[in-house]
């Protein structure tokens, strides 16, 4: 036990509650693991669709001169560097801690999901800059069976893919990879504007639709990646949990029943990755040893990190009349 009442654990702990916590400790590591290949195979997939499909979609706008083919060509190619930045991010997210890196490196996976978002506005000002060139300078579009057919084939592939990515991210909690789940998706949404216009220029032979339908399309990129670059920023600046994760806690304290345990507070908690950070301070009714105190802040641990997917908690063990000024002028103080 240190000096300061933490209770972290010590790995060499011989009582049941440290045995405990230890067993609990490995089969996160298990589930961890597991979690690493399931994320490493699907951002594989990624990778080998979207290769596939920028060597289509780069035929299919050679032979058709459709600016928005190519478009989409250009945006399969920032999802292929998405998904290799993916990759390579849930790799490194899965490394143990290290002396430089205590607490692992689990936002790496966020820090990759903000540089994705950034490349997909990357390539919305590419599109928007040579769809504009088109609209002002027109040129012929041709062999549109090819491109309708390629982008047709694109639009299936990337739900598929898309879908499988996103059930994997909500199954992992990878913020990586629902950022290339979300490249994918949008790339779906584009591929079906951009069939859409292929269809209508072949029908009413208006080329300008060509490049008005890419225009649209790097509208809908720019919505996407602003989305994505906010929602990993917020981690990176250690953003609070959601109200309901921050209720768990608090439920698994009130549940936990038993009488020596008085009230919390200065709770804190945190993301990075799919990794969770949970802090707080407990109170201890008065007479309690130390040694009671000790095996009910471990077994609040097991609590807490049973409701938030095995959460790192770090628990500060109080006597129940001491409330630190700061946090109860900050509404910090919770009883139970």
């Known amino acids: 036990m240190s000096p300061g009442g933490l209770v972290p ?113 990357v390539g919305a000002a590419v599109i928007v800059i040579e769809s504009i060139r088109r609209l002002l300078e027109p040129s012929e579009v041709g062999l549109l069976g090819v491109g309708i057919g390629v982008i047709a084939f694109s639009v299936v592939a990337n739900v598929v893919v898309s879908t499988l990515l996103r059930r994997k991210a909500r199954e992992t909690e990878s913020p990586a990879l629902e950022g ?35 225009l649209v399309v790097a509208g809908a990129i720019v919505a996407s990646g602003v989305r994505l670059v906010t929602r990993s920023s917020r981690v990176l600046v250690d953003e609070a949990l959601p109200p309901d994760e921050l209720a768990a806690v608090q439920n698994a304290i009130a549940a936990h029943g038993s009488p020596e345990v008085v009230g919390f507070h200065a709770l804190r908690a945190r993301r990075a990755g799919s990794d969770r950070y949970v802090d707080l301070h407990v109170q201890f009714r008065r007479g309690t040893s130390l040694e009671r105190a000790h095996d009910l802040a471990h077994e609040l641990t097991h609590e807490i990190r049973t409701r938030l997917r095995g959460a790192d908690v770090l628990i500060h063990l109080e006597p129940e009349d001491v409330v630190r000024s700061s946090d109860a002028e900050h509404g910090e103080a919770r009883g139970r």
């Open 9 to 121: 654990g010590h790995p060499g702990a011989a009582d049941p509650a440290d045995r405990g916590r230890a067993a609990g400790s490995a089969g996160a590591a298990v589930l961890g693991s597991a979690h690493r290949r399931t994320k490493t195979r699907a951002a594989g997939l990624s990778i080998a669709s979207n290769a596939t499909l920028i060597a289509l979609k780069l035929v299919a706008g050679v032979l058709t001169g459709s600016i928005a083919v190519i478009t989409e060509a250009v945006h399969s190619s920032i999802d292929l560097i998405a998904s290799i930045v993916a990759y390579v991010s849930v790799r490194k997210a899965g490394e143990p801690a290290d002396r430089e890196h205590p607490y692992g490196h689990a936002k790496v996976e966020n820090l990759a999901a903000a540089f994705e978002g950034v490349l997909i506005l």
């Open 180 to 214: 290339d789940a979300a490249h994918l998706r949008t790339d779906a949404l584009t591929s079906g504007g951009v069939l859409a216009g292929l269809v209508l220029v072949e029908l009413t032979g208006f080329e300008q639709i060509d490049p008005g339908v890419a």
